[in-house]
């Protein structure tokens, strides 16, 4: 139904961020008449089968067209164009509306957990009849289309809110599940097991709500971002000849299609500095082009033609390895003095390293003494990455 609504209304010809904005708001609207068409089903079910079960299925439903709204709003507004107050978009509101379906996942769980409870302790009787199976089944069935879609547009779209909601419907298709074969189970033996099955599903949907919040939490406190655009920036970054190494990479996400990214390259320091300039600028629009984000690019040049610098290097290099393989190194200079010399670098580790900075850095610094002599001090500066990969096309 999705698909087919999605090609009366969308045209695909649109802009990325127009499609992504329709197909969002599509599915909000349409989670909305689908969540009430259950809820209504759910009521009358419940109601004929004296069922607390049921009826708290039923609201469970009701909420959830109540998150599809929340959906269609946050969608709505992401979408909204950049102005004086957000320069950069309103493209995370998205994620502020897969928040607020995940809270509403969270606060489904506890009154589920509730309520099981409290039929464990007080045990009810309850009706079934071919009419309360055939509604349970159906609605089942929607839930699971629901979450399908969902999932497959969120996968798309690489959209959290999606995801969020997608959890929230394959949630609902295991409770209501459970509701179904509690309710059978008891009708044909007389046994009060709701209680016990709708601890386990709330249990369930409780885990599922902390995955939903941490998925949109994560892009709204800053997380590293994926190794596959790392690799991609990387790749474009380092095609380009006159290039020898590039570090200190900052992804800023403002949303979906929504990001900026700034970063230093490594140039020769006794290039055209004419040259090097638009050659940065080439790269900034070819990634502007391919991958779609705002990129800043700083550069720092390195001396590449002085053998004892090289050679310098090389050692200090071949320390840190020593040290740990993860370890790289840039922004490398040498300072001569009248009576010692200063080597001055980054390195980058990854956080929680297993060496304190404060260590590590006595550590380089003994390594460098017993190796190259003691006419030579080190000063470090350390960064912190979530993985360390070097980028050297020339070891300098």
Same mark, same amino acid.
């Given at each position: 139904?999705?698909?087919?609504?999605?090609?009366?209304?969308?045209?695909?010809?649109?802009?990325?961020?127009?499609?992504?904005?329709?197909?969002?708001?599509?599915?909000?609207?349409?989670?909305?008449?689908?969540?009430?068409?259950?809820?209504?089903?759910?009521?009358?079910?419940?109601?004929?089968?004296?069922?607390?079960?049921?009826?708290?299925?039923?609201?469970?439903?009701?909420?959830?067209?109540?998150?599809?709204?929340?959906?269609?709003?946050?969608?709505?507004?992401?979408?909204?164009?950049?102005?004086?107050?957000?320069?950069?978009?309103?493209?995370?509101?998205?994620?502020?509306?897969?928040?607020?379906?995940?809270? /509403?996942?969270?606060?489904?769980?506890?009154?589920?957990?509730?309520?099981?409870?409290?039929?464990?302790?007080?045990?009810?009787?309850?009706?079934?009849?071919?009419?309360?199976?055939?509604?349970?089944?159906?609605?089942?069935?929607?839930?699971?289309?629901?979450?399908?879609?969902?999932?497959?547009?969120?996968?798309?779209?690489?959209?959290?809110?999606?995801?969020?909601?997608?959890?929230?419907?394959?949630?609902?298709?295991?409770?209501?599940?459970?509701?179904?074969?509690?309710?059978?189970?008891?009708?044909?033996?007389?046994?009060?097991?709701?209680?016990?099955?709708?601890?386990?599903?709330?249990?369930?949907?409780?885990?599922?709500?902390?995955?939903?919040?941490?998925?949109?939490?994560?892009?709204?406190?800053?997380?590293?971002?994926?190794?596959?655009?790392?690799?991609?920036?990387?790749?474009?970054?380092?095609?380009?000849?006159?290039?020898?190494?590039?570090?200190?990479?900052?992804?800023?996400?403002?949303?979906?299609?929504?990001?900026?990214?700034?970063?230093?390259?490594?140039?020769?320091?006794?290039?055209?500095?004419?040259?090097?300039?638009?050659?940065?600028?080439?790269?900034?629009?070819?990634?502007?082009?391919?991958?779609?984000?705002?990129?800043?690019?700083?550069?720092?040049?390195?001396?590449?033609?002085?053998?004892?610098?090289?050679?310098?290097?090389?050692?200090?290099?071949?320390?840190?390895?020593?040290?740990?393989?993860?370890?790289?190194?840039?922004?490398?200079?040498?300072?001569?003095?009248?009576?010692?010399?200063?080597?001055?670098?980054?390195?980058?580790?990854?956080?929680?390293?297993?060496?304190?900075?404060?260590?590590?850095?006595?550590?380089?610094?003994?390594?460098?003494?017993?190796?190259?002599?003691?006419?030579?001090?080190?000063?470090?500066?350390?960064?912190? /990455?979530?993985?360390?990969?070097?980028?050297?096309?020339?070891?300098?």
């Amino acid at each position: 139904m999705v698909t087919l609504l999605a090609k009366l209304f969308i045209k695909e010809k649109k802009e990325e961020g127009r499609i992504r904005q329709a197909y969002g708001m599509l599915c909000g609207m349409v989670g909305i008449l689908l969540n009430i068409f259950l809820f209504i089903g759910k009521f009358i079910a419940g109601r004929l089968g004296n069922s607390i079960a049921i009826t708290a299925d039923a609201f469970n439903n009701l909420s959830d067209a109540g998150a599809s709204f929340v959906t269609l709003i946050g969608f709505k507004l992401a979408g909204a164009k950049p102005d004086p107050e957000h320069p950069f978009g309103h493209g995370r509101m998205e994620y502020v509306s897969g928040l607020i379906v995940a809270a /509403a996942i969270l606060l489904m769980a506890y009154e589920l957990i509730r309520d099981s409870v409290g039929k464990i302790i007080a045990p009810e009787d309850t009706e079934f009849s071919p009419l309360i199976a055939a509604i349970l089944i159906v609605s089942i069935l929607v839930k699971l289309y629901m979450a399908f879609y969902n999932a497959r547009l969120g996968k798309k779209l690489n959209s959290a809110a999606m995801r969020a909601t997608a959890m929230d419907s394959l949630s609902d298709t295991c409770a209501t599940s459970v509701v179904f074969v509690a309710s059978l189970i008891g009708y044909v033996t007389n046994l009060h097991i709701d209680g016990y099955c709708g601890l386990l599903v709330g249990l369930f949907i409780l885990y599922a709500g902390i995955r939903a919040a941490k998925d949109t939490l994560d892009p709204l406190l800053g997380q590293p971002p994926e190794d596959v655009f790392v690799d991609q920036i990387e790749e474009i970054v380092m095609s380009h000849p006159g290039i020898c190494g590039l570090h200190d990479l900052l992804v800023h996400d403002y949303g979906p299609g929504r990001r900026m990214i700034s970063l230093h390259v490594e140039v020769p320091s006794d290039g055209d500095i004419l040259k090097i300039h638009d050659l940065i600028d080439n790269i900034e629009n070819e990634l502007r082009t391919k991958l779609g984000c705002d990129a800043t690019i700083h550069m720092d040049p390195i001396v590449t033609s002085d053998e004892s610098i090289r050679h310098l290097k090389d050692s200090v290099i071949a320390i840190l390895k020593k040290l740990d393989q993860v370890i790289t190194l840039h922004d490398f200079r040498v300072v001569e003095g009248a009576t010692h010399t200063n080597l001055i670098f980054d390195i980058t580790i990854p956080y929680k390293f297993h060496i304190g900075d404060e260590e590590l850095i006595r550590r380089i610094e003994k390594e460098v003494w017993e190796t190259l002599g003691k006419t030579y001090f080190v000063v470090i500066k350390i960064d912190k /990455a979530r993985i360390s990969v070097p980028s050297k096309k020339d070891p300098a």
